[in-house]
């Protein structure tokens, strides 16, 4: 079962509420949720008590990606605003082993994020101990990017070392995903797929549902 996880950072900030009922409308597993720092990416955005709002708002889970630098000091206090999938950059921490730990120790499902120039063995010594993989297939810190194709390659290596040794691991893929490029990406292993401008968040008037259906409809 391929999962469609919509990045809320994509939705028009004057009506979250709304935004957040039609993705229930449009039955999306899981609500994408960038917090950005201004420092690990040159970008800020969405924070902390904006969580805690959106999580009374809605039951759809929260699939929580921080590119932020040393976030470990922010694990209670995500847990408390309600973060269910907690993933951390690898190369933003000191020990992403600690790291995935702690993110379990606070009742949060630990994921690690890696970048297009990360190479996929620096997960096999902790593929075991996380519930998620994230592969960017744009560099962190703005929506509407393209889709970098070396990302597939890792994909597939990254599917190969979960079938080992992680076999109900989640690897999503995060950075202009849609109809062009899923059919690659669930190809190579991919199991769940952000969807932000570049194939749901088309403004007010689009049909989610559709718009899901379409990214179904397309792999
Ligand atoms: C990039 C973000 C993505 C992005 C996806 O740093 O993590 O979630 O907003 O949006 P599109 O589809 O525009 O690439
Ligand atoms: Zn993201």
Same mark, same amino acid.
């Given at each position: 079962m391929v999962k469609i996880s919509a990045s809320?950072?994509?939705?028009?900030s004057l009506k979250y509420g709304e935004e957040l009922k039609r993705l229930e409308e449009a039955n999306v597993d899981m609500i994408h949720f960038d917090m950005m720092d !201004?420092?690990?990416?040159?970008n800020i955005a969405m924070g902390i008590y904006l969580l805690e709002d959106m999580k009374k708002a809605t039951e759809i889970p929260f699939d929580v990606h921080m590119a932020v630098?040393?976030?470990?000091?922010?694990y209670p206090t995500m847990a408390k605003a309600g973060a269910d999938y907690l993933s951390v950059h690898l190369e933003a921490v000191k020990h992403i082993h600690r790291d995935i730990q702690s993110i379990r120790e606070n009742g949060m499902k630990p994921g690690v994020v890696i970048n297009?120039?990360?190479?996929?063995?620096?997960l096999k010594y902790i593929i075991k101990d996380i519930e998620m993989v994230t592969v960017m297939t744009?560099?962190?810190?703005?929506? !509407?990017q393209k889709f970098i194709y070396s990302q597939l390659e890792k994909i597939a290596a990254i599917k190969e070392m979960a079938d080992q040794f992680n076999p109900e691991l989640l690897i999503s893929v995060d950075g202009n995903i849609n109809s062009g490029t899923i059919p690659d990406c669930v190809k190579s292993g991919a199991n769940v797929l952000v969807a932000g401008t570049s194939s749901?968040?088309?403004?007010?008037?689009?049909d989610y549902k559709a718009l899901v259906q379409e990214m179904k409809d397309s792999f």
């Open positions: 809320i950072m994509c939705g028009n !201004g420092s690990y990416v040159p630098w040393e976030p470990s000091q922010y297009p120039a990360t190479h996929h063995k620096e744009v560099n962190p810190g703005f929506a !509407g749901i968040f088309k403004g007010d008037d689009a």
